[in-house]
């Protein structure tokens, strides 16, 4: 038997350095002020660890440089579109490959062809631009969880899963003729990032099938999905992880991935399927805004560096490695007295906020002003999911969001297990003096999607 060793190795050696930039305390009080205490607003040059998102951030492999060298850059037929869509072919088994430049414009597209007024599209949780691009064709998204996903204190193997005697109900209720899909987001970003069994995946395939209800998988985190269902889900054991995430393919009957997560790119998406009457409306949409179908916004050398990045994500030392230091950072978290949502999912660990600072009430964003605390700390950026995100200010009334979170996202292949110590110490320090922490009142914001530019302020006691 191989041994196995506690320490976590990064299956990697460095090649390239990119200097962090450090900041003292007082700097970084000044440049929370200037962006009205709002992290989106903070130029990255004043961050030490970005945390913000895992989206677009990984690093890429010498393999992958080496790759864009080879971009072909011809408008139409580039040999790096052949590459690019084999790799995805071999990959997902779907017939059409149609490239689109980040995983939203492939939500437009299909959403715009297949969605639209009076359809509901199903989902066991919608990430936010799905579920805004179901709305922007005039259709409705339902979100149908398992009840334990959002239980954040009882860890379960696969709280990402459906509710699929919900999902029953819902297919009775609404009508086959007015869900034009359902939709499994794999991982489930919305729910902290855990994962759906390859069993929940396997009958929600099987009751679509049975209504004939398109299957459509959001591919963003495929293989740390798919690596989860090895690790927990015994009969699967044995598998290769890509065989697994081949199966998980093929129970549905397309995806849409964006390819800044477990494509391990800076840039880039795909819309696969089998339809060809989907797929011939949306072609014609794609180069209408996107391209032409053979790029689809992207450059040759980016399809180069996806194609690459497929067989890359599915190495099994690269992922033991990913959710082995997601995990890790979790366990620094709960030592340290920090409430997280159990377990840490793939990506990232989501911090508890409404448990951790109680004394601050949803209407005074807790999440926010743990956000605010960790920048001014330690130049530390992460992300609120809370009511800066999700809240609704409706004539002056507050309808909080039904979670207060803070998002810890890891990027892919960046941060070494030292970076990841640095945030636990902060996180450390912060606990010793959380009831101290003070809320934040909202001086200006949009009706939605607030958090991107609203302006804040800390509540005076
Ligand atoms: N689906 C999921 C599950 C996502 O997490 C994202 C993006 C998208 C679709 C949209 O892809 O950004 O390429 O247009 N998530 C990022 C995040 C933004 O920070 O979680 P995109």
């Not at 864009?68 to 037929?77: K, L, N, P, T, V």
């Not at 490239?99 to 936010?128: W, Y």
């Not at 709305?135 to 996903?149: F, I, K, N, W, Y």
């Not at 302006?455 to 005076?460: D, F, G, N």
Request: net charge positive; aromatic share 8%; hydrophobic share 45%.
């Amino acid at each position: 038997m191989e041994k196995v060793w506690k320490t976590i190795i990064e299956p990697f050696r460095v090649k390239t350095v990119e200097p962090l930039c450090f900041t003292t305390q007082a700097e970084r009080e000044k440049v929370l002020q200037k962006a009205a205490y709002n992290v989106f607003a903070i130029p990255a040059d004043k961050v030490l660890i970005d945390l913000l998102t895992d989206s677009g951030t990984g690093a890429m492999s010498a393999q992958q440089w080496g790759a864009i060298m080879r971009g072909d850059e011809s408008y139409a037929g580039a040999t790096s579109f052949f590459v690019f869509e084999k790799a995805v072919r071999d990959l997902t088994g779907y017939h059409y490959i149609l490239p689109v430049h980040q995983g939203r414009a492939a939500e437009r597209i299909l959403m715009s062809v297949a969605c639209g007024p009076g359809k509901t599209v199903i989902s066991n949780s919608h990430f936010d631009t799905t579920r805004a691009n179901v709305e922007a064709s005039g259709g409705a998204a339902l979100d149908l969880p398992v009840p334990e996903g959002l239980d954040f204190d009882v860890p379960a193997p696969f709280k990402g899963n459906m509710d699929v005697a919900a999902l029953e109900r819902s297919i009775r209720k609404i009508g086959v003729k007015n869900i034009p899909m359902v939709i499994m987001t794999l991982t489930n970003n919305s729910l902290a990032g855990q994962p759906v069994s390859m069993a929940n995946l396997r009958e929600v395939s099987r009751i679509c099938r049975q209504h004939r209800i398109p299957l459509i998988i959001d591919a963003a985190r495929f293989a740390e999905n798919a690596f989860f269902i090895k690790l927990r889900e015994p009969k699967h054991a044995g598998r290769s992880v890509r065989e697994i995430a081949q199966e998980m393919f093929s129970l549905a009957s397309g995806c849409m991935m964006s390819a800044k997560k477990d494509a391990l790119v800076n840039i880039g998406g795909f819309l696969a399927l089998n339809d060809a009457e989907w797929v011939a409306r949306c072609r014609e949409l794609l180069i209408l805004t996107e391209g032409f179908p053979t790029y689809g916004g992207l450059a040759g050398r980016d399809l180069e560096a996806i194609a690459q990045g497929l067989v890359e994500v599915l190495d099994e030392h690269y992922l033991t490695y990913r959710l082995r230091s997601v995990a890790y950072l979790g366990d620094g978290l709960r030592k340290a007295g920090v409430p997280i949502v159990e377990p840490p999912g793939g990506h990232g660990v989501y911090v508890n906020a409404k448990k951790f600072l109680p004394h601050i009430p949803p209407s005074s964003y807790p999440g926010q002003a743990l956000v605010c605390e960790l920048y001014r700390t330690a130049g530390i950026r992460s992300v609120e999911i809370g009511s800066l995100m999700f809240g609704r200010r409706c004539n002056g009334a507050f309808v909080p969001a039904p979670m207060e979170l803070v998002r810890l996202a890891i990027p892919r292949r960046v941060y070494t297990q030292s970076h990841i110590d640095y945030v636990i110490e902060a996180f450390a320090d912060i606990a010793q003096r959380a009831q101290k922490l003070r809320g934040l009142r909202l001086v200006e914001g949009p009706q939605r999607l607030a958090h991107f530019t609203a302006k804040l302020a800390p509540e005076t006691a």
